[in-house]
């Protein structure tokens, strides 16, 4: 099996280093379709159902095809003689930098695939970017339960206990303060987890300036789910279990 000791393209006549016909023919268009488009598999795909090997004995691959795109000798550097032009070899270095150069995962990126079960796309992250924004500068969108718990019979009890107590002279504190207690424990425990939520979101949001960038704590908490539909619009749940889409924002 013959080593290949010449860049892809190239033999030696006469003690000289040329171009060989068949190989350099399919180094241009290598470099012509990758730069129009193709990818490395769809370039293998083609190469293997061609005649022309790259090592004798070998199909091709992807490595093979690298090779040849970061290969600058085929500008005619260092004495070889040229096969493509220095400015189709930096468009493919161009594209090849850009494939190589993948964006950095986020923690709200993170945050968006957990929540919405699907990758996050900055297309997802900008949907959700102006929906956050939207109750930012308008923190009354969110919304109180539509049903309101009615005070419960331990908290009317309590009160009338406290109201049988400041009435009697003198007062006795310390029995007034422990009621007292005892019904803001209650009247808290009463409020729905709805309730809570709600009034929780409408502070946290008043706290915020309008964002140019997804923040994943103000995500992380206050959305619950992120609904993604064919369209390309989506939704998201807040904690209060309240749905903001485009319908709320109209």
């Known amino acids: 099996m013959r080593i290949r000791k010449l860049p892809f393209g190239y033999q030696v006549v006469m003690g000289k280093i040329v171009r060989h016909p068949q190989e350099a023919k399919l180094v241009e268009y290598i470099f012509h379709q ?9 370039l ?12 004798a004995g070998k199909v091709w691959n ?20 040229p096969v493509i032009d220095e400015e189709i070899l930096e468009r493919a270095h161009q594209k090849r930098s850009a494939r190589q150069t993948a964006p950095q995962k986020t923690e709200s990126h993170t945050i968006l695939r957990q929540l919405s ?14 929906l956050l924004n939207s109750l930012i500068r308008n923190p009354q969108r969110i919304r109180m339960p539509e049903t309101v718990q009615p005070i419960g019979d331990n908290i009317q ?15 006795d504190e310390d029995a007034a303060k422990k009621l007292i207690l005892a019904i803001a424990a209650a009247q808290y425990d009463a409020i729905g987890p709805c309730k809570y939520e709600t009034m929780r979101l409408r ?48």
């Not at 990758?34 to 769809?42: C, E, Q």
């Not at 992807?62 to 003689?81: C, H, Q």
């Not at 079960?117 to 102006?130: F, N, W």
Request: glycine share 6%; charged share 25%; proline share 4%.
């Open 203 to 250: 502070r946290l949001f008043a706290q915020w300036q309008p964002m140019t960038k997804l923040d994943a704590a103000l995500l992380r908490s206050s959305v619950s789910a992120i609904r993604c539909y064919r369209d390309g619009s989506l939704e998201i749940r807040l904690k209060n279990d309240q749905i903001i889409g485009k319908s709320e924002l109209v």
């Open 62 to 81: 992807k490595n093979m095809v690298a090779r040849i795109l970061e290969d600058r000798r085929y500008t005619g550097e260092s004495g070889f003689p």
């Open 34 to 42: 990758y730069t129009t488009g193709a990818t490395y598999n769809s």
């Open 157 to 171: 009890q309590l009160q009338r206990k406290l109201t049988a107590i400041m009435d009697c002279q003198p007062v």
């Open 117 to 130: 079960g699907h990758t996050a796309t900055k297309k997802m992250e900008r949907g959700v970017l102006h």
């Open 44 to 55: 293998v795909s083609e190469l293997r159902e061609q005649p022309v090997p790259y090592d």
